[in-house]
């Protein structure tokens, strides 16, 4: 099965710098790899998304980058501010059949202002 | 719409106690999920649902089983509760189909039950 590694496992950064996370995936048949945010308290929430056709997506301060031949894919935040503080996941999922969704292990990611 | 909402928020059981954890989605979605959340392990799939009157097992299956009679229900049964249970329970659901845009793919997750098994 799918296998993702996530790093780091905590990040802190000053306000106004950028945070990047790192994942790796196992699975080369996995085509579709989400990025959720989870406040405390909350439940994950989507953020960002991005296909295996697709070498990089962008949504104003978030980024995300995939590099299918080592099997790699990044999450870019700049311009860090307190409200970006959460745990972050990433995930990887292969769009056909049934979809089970294969998690990181999480980041929890501190903005210090 | 009140997306996924869980019952309840807060559970505390003691070993050998049994408890179901009910899973309500309002957005007509296909795909059901229960997953737990443990320091340092990120979310383990325990059981999911493509459909009213499916279950399928996940990751982590064992001491627990699910139901799913109605389309926006997908229950969580603890039959004989472990301390190895104490955890962090979500749902989740999806609109459903293979491939297509992120609105096919988005799993939307409800707030979470924390239960912890004495």
């Not at chain 1, 870019?76 to 972050?88: G, L, M, N, R, W």
């Not at chain 2, 383990?44 to 990751?59: C, F, M, N, P, Q």
């Amino acid at each position: 099965g799918e296998n993702v590694e996530q790093h780091p496992s905590t990040l802190s950064v000053q306000e106004g710098d950028s945070a990047v996370i790192k994942c790796t995936y196992s699975d080369s048949a996995s085509n579709y790899f989400p990025w959720y945010k989870q406040e405390l308290g909350k439940g994950p929430q989507l953020i960002i998304d991005i296909r295996s056709n697709v070498g990089e997506k962008k949504d104003q301060r978030i980024a995300v980058t995939l590099n299918k031949t080592a099997k790699h894919f990044s999450l870019h935040i700049t311009e860090t501010q307190p409200e970006d503080s959460a745990v972050y996941f990433c995930a990887a999922l292969n769009s056909g059949g049934y979809q089970k969704v294969t998690f990181g292990t999480g980041t929890k990611l501190q903005v210090i202002p | 719409n009140a997306g996924v909402t869980q019952t309840p928020k807060f559970r505390v059981l003691k070993t050998g106690q049994s408890m179901t954890l009910l899973c309500a989605q309002d957005m007509n979605h296909e795909y059901m999920y229960w997953y737990r959340q443990d320091p340092g392990m990120g979310l383990r799939l325990i059981h999911y649902s493509v459909g009213e009157g499916t279950t399928a097992k996940g990751e982590v299956p064992d001491g627990y089983n699910v139901s799913r009679l109605k389309k926006q229900n997908f229950l969580l049964g603890l039959e004989s509760a472990a301390p190895s249970q104490t955890s962090v329970y979500f749902c989740a659901s999806r609109r459903g189909g293979t491939g297509g845009p992120s609105s096919y793919n988005e799993q939307f997750f409800g707030p979470g039950t924390r239960l912890t098994v004495l």
